[in-house]
């Protein structure tokens, strides 16, 4: 059964048909999704492209060469080392992983390493004949098994005398301690010292002393060490390193363990489904009740750092396990007082997570209001609560050479608890460690040597990794490069000792810069030095590290910056398994590691001598005073001091480590790589590209690869002599030969490359590949040797049946003559005697031929007799044989029949084994389900007991009660007397508890104040919430700022053009300046003699500048239309510069295609293609930070939304309260009902039991009534402050009115405002990318990077455009002024314009800079250009002219495909934005439609006012027919305005008076919560006054039982009416609670609407006007667009006539290229010639362009805004004819390069489409797998959040259930007592429902005078509202003078408005409106 899952079938290795297959179809590898890679056939080949047939579906495909990589024959089927693979390659090595998996062979070979694949499930080959059949074998002999490996390294100890390691690595769950476990069970088996011979030959593994131990070790360090994560059940969350040391004899005599990177921080958290440690849970579990006592244990939802309860693991019991590691503990001898001390340290730290800390009031200092969990904490670790909350709350802290005590805030003691709690495990797990070393070196004897067993976590890559992922890729950094120096260490040793030379590689050094980029020290220093180094700064943060980072490793090749602004990732470094994004959070904390001290000294002081020892080293522990000093200090003593004895983390890991890498260094290591095949746990599932990544991750593809540098595949010389000696029949002679001889005859033979082997003493080596070749062509020479072999064979039996039918036509003949010559001589006579007379011719021998014949016949009579003698002797024998046989036969008959039998019995035993193995896990199953409900049941049943057993003490008792009472009856009578007298006696103290209610109503007044304090934070977060969602909080500063600025420089602009002659004279000024300029230009001139025809031009243009300043002052529109298409052109330019210098790369990568053959083209195309996939990674990586980015805006919002419903929580307490007493009263109603129904029952069995029950019920009954009086009270105060809310709320509903209809109107024209922002920003956005273009050339590995960089900054440019609108909205108010008069519209439309300007200015500039770039790089890549084609002409001569005559096609094509693209671009771009710009047009159209046909609405509204308004409309409407008559009748409107503002004032004093009256309204209604909760409190004292009252006088009442018998009538009607009344007063509470939490939510939404509505108010107008003029402005460019693009349409159709002349002349010249092959030296020479022109072209252009940059600087000094502004564009327009004319020339040089213009093109935009394409569709697949991921998240958040309020809520009825059991326990003890209250009682009850009434009628008057003052509020709202209807209507006037009829309808909408609002004021005041 094992040797199924160890041995690889043979036979299906060497199957004839699978090779045959697999030579006929030439089957390869293409890539899959889904299978990683899948088996297909190829077809066909052409160019870089082949034709594929998948072989699962006939499919058939073209995939790229690149991507196919070849299969191995199918000799190489499931081999059990990967290295001796002829194709080393990743589908190979996948698809042999898989196939073994899939057979059951988990364990395979891949050179140094065994992979390991985890089976999900139990295999037979660990038992104890698996390991005798490895014991002794070498690693060849046997199949791959862990136990080989052990096994060789056992061995290799013994025999080398040399140390030995295992390193077991891989992710989590993928089985590298359970590897582990087997390492050590062999060792324990094979090395055991206590081992007889008798022991040996049993079958059960026996151990000494020692080697129990070493395996009683492991369930101890999984206990405290190990966890259930989402990957594995039994996760070990840390890396161990176990030594075991062995003498001479090979004997274990001790062990060693060394732990590393313990993942702490899961002792406090824990993520979903996950657990925590598991001693947490086995304590929990396991423990008896004396020892949770003893450990003062709780339950699982007990403590905090339990996240997640109770979470179990399947197949798993805690408490078996919890006995089973108290029991290692016992065999490893650790006493049991060093047990419950461990076990308090655990139950300690479980007790640390319940401390709770609360912000005081008034100050952020932290207080500890319970102390409960510090007292048991303080139990368990023997300290003092009082020092312990001191040294929390207040720890002392040295500052200077003096202490101070430092008050802590809430988040610091947190911190300070979570620390501690993580140092208490961490030190614990040290100490334990330690114990198991000290019990494991116990022995005496000295060790000889070792074999050390290495655990650790493989390479981790998350999203986002932190400190922890550094350290362990660290590591796993420095096992690579160790595995590496030892691969390259034996591949040395190999070809040394087989005599081959070739140049040694150290691998080990590859990874080298990675490690110097961690640990290096200094110069530069690395991570971890910097990390150190920023630990000791006092104010360094994380981001101080991340910069310091940066700045000394940033040019590091395996560093990397973050890409974007926006990523998480901090930094980025390049590990050997793939880039790691780094976030550095708390990176300084991890490494301090820091605690508080003081707690620390508690802990080291200790009354408990477990705890003390744990904390014996706190002086070397990082103190509060350290972390204090990063913070606020700078260096002080406490730093000095203590640098010698502070250790960070990083550098205790480093050294850790460094002595581990020694250690292994000084061993020979085996390497053992656990894989996990899929994350379900399923057994016999492998997902492909899981196990790739982790192959990547695990190093053994970096192992293939060394391996292909090398000569991967060796084989001896007989091997290879035996199978590949058909390819050579004749090169080895007959006879004996050597076989090195014969292989280097048959390598002659073969002609193979030097370079693809080498022959040594043994082995022939090959390059990976060579074999496989070898192996087709061995297929083909056996195909035609089989062919030959068969025609042979046909041949001869083809020769062999014509020789018989030739014999048979000659037998034929001779018949026929015979018989021919026969009928002739038949009648003749003679014939006729010659026949009779022969036959007589032998009479005369007949004597002698009868002697003759007597002789013979006595030989034979002899020969008879002996053969009859002979005869019966066999005969004889033969009958013996017989009967044995016979015998032989029934004997195997039984045998068969009984083999059959057994064949049959093992075939159904088989069957029913498997399927009692089914029905066993079932039944076990099934089993642990009925354990589990037994065990419920049994404590159920002895819960009913202990309640049956106290129900019968409870009836006992009452019973002997009932006697008692019917004793005591007498004596009652004479003590009513005396009740009468208390009864006084409780009324003063009645008068007393009036007083105390007093006292309590005060105390409810500042908690009222509190609420209030509470409020106002819930605003203030209302007022973040709007900040987030906004998301430009960080740039609103700055953007105020220039607004300001903005603000004053507008004002200067109108004073200059209110004075008119002033610009005049400036305008002088500015010339008389440019007269100097030229004077500086001519002594300029006369300096650069050189220059002097380019300067002149220049002043030309200069000149004509300065004549268009004159003419831009009336037509700034036009020129800015002149600026956007000499941009255009200018675009063009550059955009036709980068494609000539993306057709020189296209020219490299043509020339390295042809020259495929040489090796520095085959090392270019490497290059290219590195770089290429370099690109897509960052195309990848971008989309992954794209999507990361959105995912962050989400969790932005999300917690948006989840600080709103954090704050509706928290206004929700005082409700919470409530409910949980109303909860509290319902369930003692319930548990009334039920004691009732049992009480009437036992009235009719028992008469006795009855009166004392009914005693319980009158008690219980008072109680309810009680319960139902705060109820009453309650409601009563809910309803009033719900109906006071109500009030409020319809106030300000009130006053939102009137601003409905304007808010739809401004939301509206705000969005078209936005959107027509948007459509600048999309301007700016273009000219952003060309910019990112044109570095494309400088920076070609980072293009993608800088474009979404470029697409970054036009996202922020959009976000700061509408930060700027928002804020010129906000600040509407102070702009009243600016629009009142059209004039200062236009000033404002000049202003952007100017801003506009300026922007292109700065813009032109970095084109120019950037453009200058483009030719220094376009330089630099002809020069590349030129010394390839040196090379080339060198090295292939005879193509030459051939490649040169492509070279020129290649060019021309180039050309005219960058010409096309341009065009296309352009005509596309065009047709972008005048599609966007009519949409915005139509969209502005509709909606000044809508704002139309909404004033001719108000118009017919607003009929009261259409008098005035007619007057002042007909006054104003002349005032808006020029510019001219609005300036004189400028003072008239400054006369209103400020008519205006007095108005404001007004109204903004009567705001305020409505402000302060609700102000005043929201006390009272403190005012009367603060009464209700006092009230409340008093009457609760009363009662329990009243309750311990009548527990004195319960002896005295029990006279009183006779009349109560009386009485039970009136008292069952009572609790009927009471009943009836409780469920009224639930209905009214829910209902209450509903309207209250209604209200809340209006009102936070309307304290958010307020604000914007009053905002929008002032904006409404403003925004009107500025989209108008917006709206003209689009139409504009939406017509110059249109023209543009016919312009584009033309340009087109004559590129498509172009492209058809290149087609005929492509035809043409290929001819050409066919017939003339002697034009070689012209054409070079004309190539030169036209670069040459090129070259001084471009020289020509960098001049004129650096010549133009001084004069622009010149000019910016000289002139102002307007001046700059037209220099620029004359510059612009100078530097794009030049460019258009320099761009004529160069078509005119290439119009000859045309030819092959259609099939670049084609070839070219069918690989941009595809792709862009394909990343499209990755793109939007992956948005929609974000927000589908989002919406789970969402829905899985709000899931949780329900069922974990469901789960407070069963857990509070559970512990108020219980509470209530105690209760009623006591109540039925007390029962007999209480039914002698009940008539008092009553009585009471009816003198509080009085009380109740009164109070309720008191509510209603406060109610009524709410009300009354809230219609006053209203009639104060309405008078508002009148004078706010005049301010509207003078606000409006303003932007009816600019544009007439406009402004009409603009006051008319906003009387309308105001009607509208009456009309909501009438609804509220007579009908009350919905809202």
Same mark, same amino acid.
């Given at each position: ?63 790229? @060469? ?499 602004? &926006? ?97 292994? /260094? ?91 082997? /080498? ?69 003749? *006579? ?13 009479? #005369? ?18 020969? *008879? ?62 089993? %642990? ?196 298409? %000499? ?15 993306? %057709? ?53 919002? #999300? ?51 009855? @009166? ?388 809340? @939510? ?8 307020? &604000? ?106 000289? $002139? ?22 320099? /761009? ?128 006053? $509020? ?40 105001? %009607? ?16």
């Amino acid at each position: 059964m094992a040797e199924k899952y160890l041995f690889v079938d043979k036979d299906f290795m060497n199957n004839p048909l699978a090779q045959a297959d697999w030579s006929a179809k030439k089957l390869v590898w293409v890539p899959s999704e889904r299978h990683g890679f899948e088996a297909a056939s190829l077809k066909e080949e052409a160019g870089e492209d082949a034709l594929v047939e998948l072989a699962e579906n006939g499919k058939k495909v073209r995939v790229s @060469k690149d991507d196919i990589q070849k299969m191995n024959p199918p000799k190489f089927s499931k081999v059990e080392d990967m290295a001796e693979l002829t194709c080393l390659n990743e589908a190979s090595v996948l698809h042999n992983l898989k196939e073994r998996y899939y057979s059951g062979l988990i364990y395979t070979y891949s050179g140094l390493f065994c992979v390991v694949i985890n089976p999900y499930k139990n295999l037979p080959i660990y038992s104890e004949e698996i390991v005798e059949m490895y014991k002794g074998k070498k690693r060849h002999e046997m199949p791959p098994h862990i136990y080989a490996i052990t096994d060789t390294a056992y061995r290799s100890m013994m025999q080398d005398r040399e140390d030995q390691s295992i390193l077991c690595t891989g992710e989590s769950g993928a089985g590298k301690t359970e590897n582990t476990k087997k390492v050590i069970q062999y060792l324990a088996h094979v090395a055991s010292s206590h081992k007889s011979k008798k022991e040996q030959q049993s079958s059960v593994l026996s151990y000494g002393e020692l080697e129990r131990q070493l395996l009683q070790a492991n369930p101890i360090l999984e206990a405290f060490g190990n966890a259930k994560t989402v990957k594995n059940d039994n996760s070990s969350r840390f890396g161990k390193f176990i030594r075991i040391n062995f003498d001479v004899t090979g004997y274990i005599v001790g062990a060693n363990i060394e732990t590393y990177l313990l993942e702490k921080s899961r002792a406090i958290r824990q993520a979903k489904d996950e657990r925590a440690f598991h001693i947490f849970y086995y304590l929990m579990t396991g423990a008896g009740d004396k020892l949770k006592k003893e450990l003062l244990l709780e339950g699982y939802s007990s403590y905090r750092f339990l996240s997640n309860g109770n979470v179990t693991i399947p197949g798993q019991q805690d408490k078996d396990l919890f006995n089973e590691t108290m029991d290692a503990m016992g065999i490893m001898g650790i006493p049991e007082e060093e047990q419950l001390g461990l076990l308090k340290v655990v139950s300690g730290v479980l007790q640390l997570g319940n401390i709770s800390f609360k912000k005081e009031r008034n100050t952020d200092q932290a207080s500890m209001p319970d102390n409960t969990a510090a007292q048991k904490l303080c139990r368990l670790m023997g300290m003092s609560v009082t020092d312990f909350s001191r040294a929390i709350l207040s720890p002392r802290i040295k500052v200077g050479r003096d202490y101070v005590q430092k008050a802590q805030t809430k988040e610091q003691a947190d911190f300070a608890v979570e620390a501690l709690a993580k140092a208490t495990y961490e030190r614990l797990f040290r100490w334990l460690v330690l114990r198991i070393n000290k019990a494991l070196d116990k022995t005496k004897r000295q060790g000889a040597s070792f074999i050390g067993i290495l655990d650790i976590a493989g390479f981790e890559i998350f999203e986002l990794n932190s400190f922890e992922q550094l350290c362990i890729n660290y590591t796993n950094e420095k096992l690579q490069q160790l595995f590496n120096h030892t691969m390259f260490i034996l591949e040395q040793e190999e070809y040394q000792r087989e005599g081959i030379e070739w140049s040694f590689i150290d691998f080990g050094l590859d990874l080298q810069p990675c490690i110097d980029l961690i640990e290096r020290p200094a110069h530069p220093p690395g991570v971890l030095a910097l990390l150190d180094e920023e630990c000791w700064f006092p104010k360094a943060t994380d981001k101080t590290f991340v910069e310091k980072l940066v700045q000394e490793q940033g040019t590091h090749p395996k560093f990397q910056k973050p890409r974007q602004l &926006k990523d998480k990732a901090d930094f980025c470094i390049m590990h050997y398994a793939g880039r790691v994004d780094y976030k550095a959070d708390e990176w300084l904390l991890k490494n301090m590691d820091p605690l508080n001290d003081n707690v620390a000294t508690l802990l080291h002081q200790s009354s408990d001598k477990f705890v003390a020892e744990l904390w014996k080293d706190v002086d070397r522990i990082v103190g509060l005073d350290q972390v204090a000093g990063m913070n606020e200090t700078a260096f002080g003593s406490s730093y000095k001091t203590k640098k010698g004895m502070f250790r960070t983390v990083g550098q205790l890991y480093k050294e850790s480590l460094t002595k581990l890498m020694a250690t292994l /260094r000084n061993t020979n290591p085996n390497f053992v790589r656990c894989i996990i095949p899929n994350h379900e746990k399923r057994a016999g599932k492998l997902d492909p590209h899981l196990v790739l990544d982790q192959l990547r991750c695990n190093g053994v593809l970096e192992g293939i690869r060394i391996c292909r540098q090398g000569f991967p595949n060796r084989i001896i010389f007989q091997e290879f002599r035996q199978r590949y000696e058909i390819l050579t029949p004749n090169a080895i002679p007959k006879g004996f030969m050597d076989g090195k001889q014969a292989c280097e005859r048959m390598i002659r033979a073969l002609e193979l490359d030097l370079n693809l082997f /080498r022959i040594g003493q043994s082995k022939i080596f090959f390059r990976a590949g060579v074999l496989a070749h070898l192996e087709e062509e061995r297929d083909l020479k056996i195909t035609d040797i089989i062919i030959y072999f068969q025609a042979v064979c046909r041949g001869f039996l083809a020769r062999k049946a014509f020789a018989k039918k030739q014999q048979q036509l000659s037998a034929l003949k001779v018949l026929q003559r015979n018989c021919a010559a026969y009928l002739k001589l038949r009648h003749w *006579q003679w014939w006729r005697l010659f026949t009779k007379v022969k036959p007589l011719l032998q009479v #005369t021998r007949q004597e002698e031929e009868m002697l003759a014949k007597d002789e013979e016949l006595v030989k034979v009579k002899e020969k *008879q007799s002996k053969v009859e003698g002979e005869m019966v002797e066999m005969e004889r024998k033969h009958q013996q044989l017989l009967e044995e046989k016979n015998i032989l036969a029934e004997q195997l008959q039984a045998e068969t029949e009984l083999f059959a039998e057994a064949e049959e019995m093992r075939a159904r035993l088989a069957a029913k084994k498997q399927e009692l193995e089914e029905i066993l896990h079932d039944l076990e199953s099934r089993v %642990e389900e009925e354990e589990e409900r037994n065990q419920g049941l049994q404590n159920e049943k002895k819960k009913m007991q202990t309640h049956i057993q106290d129900l019968e003490e409870q009836l006992d008792e009452e019973e002997a009660a009932r006697q008692k009472l019917q004793l005591e009856k007498v004596t009652a009578e004479g003590k009513i007397k005396k009740l009468e007298d208390e009864v006084l006696i409780m009324d003063d103290q009645n008068n007393k508890l009036q007083k105390e209610k007093k006292l309590l109503e005060e105390r409810i007044g500042d908690l009222s104040t509190n609420m209030a304090e509470e409020e106002e934070k819930s605003k203030n977060l209302t007022k973040l919430k709007n900040k987030h969602e906004s998301m430009i909080s960080e740039l609103e500063v700055r953007l105020k700022k220039e607004e300001k600025a903005r603000q004053e420089l507008d004002k200067g602009k109108r004073k200059l053009e209110a004075e008119s002659n002033d610009l005049q004279e400036q305008i002088a000024d500015l010339q008389a300046q440019i007269a100097e300029l030229k004077a500086q230009l001519a002594k300029k001139e006369e300096e650069l003699q050189n220059a002097l025809g380019r300067l002149e031009d220049e002043t030309a243009q200069k000149n004509n500048a300065l004549k268009k300043i004159r003419e831009l002052e009336g037509h700034i529109s036009d020129l800015q239309e002149d600026l956007d298409s %000499e941009r255009a052109a200018r675009n063009k330019a550059e955009k036709y510069k980068r494609d000539l210098g993306e %057709e020189l790369e296209a020219l490299k990568s043509e020339l390295e295609d042809t020259l495929d053959s040489t090796a520095t083209q085959q090392e270019l195309r490497t290059k290219r293609e590195q770089e290429v996939t370099i690109l897509k990674r960052a195309l990848e990586e971008e989309s992954r930070s794209h999507e990361a980015q959105m995912q962050e805006m989400r969790q932005k919002q #999300t917690q948006a939304v989840e600080e709103l419903t954090e704050q509706l929580e928290q206004s929700k307490r005082v409700k919470a309260n409530l409910d949980k007493a109303k909860q509290a009263l319902e369930k003692e109603n319930g548990e009334l009902a039920r004691d009732v129904s049992s009480l009437s029952q036992a009235k009719q069995e028992v008469e006795h039991k009855r @009166k004392k029950l009914e005693g319980q019920l009158t008690d219980l009954q008072a109680k309810y009534n009680d319960g139902e009086k705060q109820k009453a009270e309650l409601g009563e105060r809910v309803s009033k402050l719900s109906n006071e809310l109500d009030s409020v709320t319809n106030l300000l509903n009130e006053a939102e009115g009137k601003t409905i209809k304007l808010n739809k109107d401004v939301s509206s024209l705000s969005s078209q405002l936005q959107d027509t922002q948007e459509l600048l920003s999309e301007e700016t956005r273009m000219k952003l990318n060309v910019t990112t273009r044109m570095r494309q050339v400088e920076e070609e590995r980072n293009t993608l990077q800088e474009q979404l960089d470029e697409e970054v900054e036009a996202k922020r440019n959009v976000e700061r455009n509408i930060s700027t609108l928002n804020i010129q909205l906000s600040d509407s108010k102070k702009k009243l002024e600016e629009f009142v008069s059209s004039v200062e519209l236009l000033e404002e439309g000049k202003k952007r314009l100017q801003r506009d300007l300026e922007a292109a200015n700065t813009q032109f500039e970095e084109k120019a800079s950037a453009y200058d770039k483009l030719e220094k790089t376009k330089n630099r890549v002809q020069q590349e250009l030129e010394d390839l084609i040196v090379d080339l002409d060198n090295q292939r001569q005879l193509v030459s002219n051939l490649e040169k005559k492509q070279k020129k096609f290649d060019q021309m094509l180039a050309e005219e495909k960058s010409i096309s693209n341009k065009y296309a671009d352009e005509r596309d771009r065009a047709e972008a934005e005048a599609r966007e710009k009519e949409t915005r047009a139509l969209s502005l159209a509709r909606a000044l439609d809508e704002a139309q046909v909404s004033r001719e609405e108000l118009e017919r509204i607003n009929k009261q006012l259409r008098t005035e308004m007619e007057d002042l409309v007909s006054s104003k409407d002349d005032v808006g027919k020029s510019v001219h008559e609005m300036e004189k009748s400028k003072r008239a409107l400054e006369t209103q305005v400020e008519e205006m503002k007095t108005q404001l004032e007004e109204l903004e004093d009567e705001l305020q008076a409505t402000e302060d009256a609700k102000l005043r309204l929201e006390v009272n209604m403190q005012a009367l919560k603060a009464q209700f909760e006092r009230d409340l409190q008093g009457r609760d004292e009363q009662s329990e006054e009243k309750r311990r009252q009548l527990g004195k006088q319960v002896r005295e009442l029990e006279t009183e039982l006779e009349d109560e018998r009386k009485q039970r009538v009136l008292v069952g009607t009572a609790k009927k009416k009471l009943e009836g009344d409780l469920k009224e007063m639930e209905g009214q509470l829910e209902a209450v609670t509903k309207g209250r939490d209604e209200a809340i @939510k209006q009102l936070r939404k309307i304290q958010g609407q307020v &604000k914007d509505f009053q905002r929008e108010l002032e904006d409404a107008c403003n925004a009107r006007e500025e989209v108008l003029a917006t709206a003209k402005e689009s139409e504009k460019k939406a017509k110059s667009l249109e023209a543009e693009l016919m312009q584009l349409q033309e340009d087109l159709a004559a590129a498509e006539r172009a492209r058809k002349q290149a087609e005929a002349e492509r035809d043409e010249l290929a001819d050409e290229l066919s017939s003339n092959t002697s034009g070689k030296s012209a054409i070079v020479d004309e190539k030169r010639r036209l670069e040459a022109k090129i070259s001084a072209l471009e020289e020509e252009l960098e001049e004129e362009q650096s010549s133009m940059e001084m004069l622009n600087d010149r000019l910016k000094k000289a $002139m102002q805004q307007t001046e700059q502004l037209n220099n620029e564009l004359a510059s612009e327009r100078s530097t794009s004819q030049k460019n258009e004319s320099a /761009r004529q020339q160069l078509e005119r040089q290439n119009k000859e390069l045309k030819a092959k213009l259609q099939e670049m093109e084609g070839a070219i935009k069918s690989k941009f489409k595809t792709s862009i394409t394909s990343l499209e569709a990755k793109v939007q697949g992956l948005e929609e797998q974000l927000e589908q991921e989002a919406r789970e998240k969402q829905a899985s958040v709000k899931g949780l959040r329900q069922k974990e309020k469901k789960l407070k809520d069963m857990l509070m009825q559970v512990e108020d259930e219980r509470k209530q059991a105690e209760q009623y326990k006591d109540q039925a003890e007390k029962a007999n007592a209480r039914v002698k209250q009940l008539k008092r009682q009553l009585e009471e009850s009816e003198e509080e429902a009085q009380r109740i009434t009164a109070a309720r009628r008191k509510l209603q008057r406060e109610l009524d005078e709410a009300t009354e003052s809230s219609e006053a $509020m209203s009639r104060e709202v309405a008078a508002l509202k009148n004078k706010l209807r005049r301010g509207n209507e003078v606000s409006f006037s303003a932007p009816r003078r600019g544009g007439g009829g406009g402004g009409r309808r603009g006051v008319i909408e906003a009387g309308g408005s105001d %009607e509208e609002a009456d009309g909501h004021d009438r609804d509220f005041n007579g009908t009350k409106a919905s809202e």
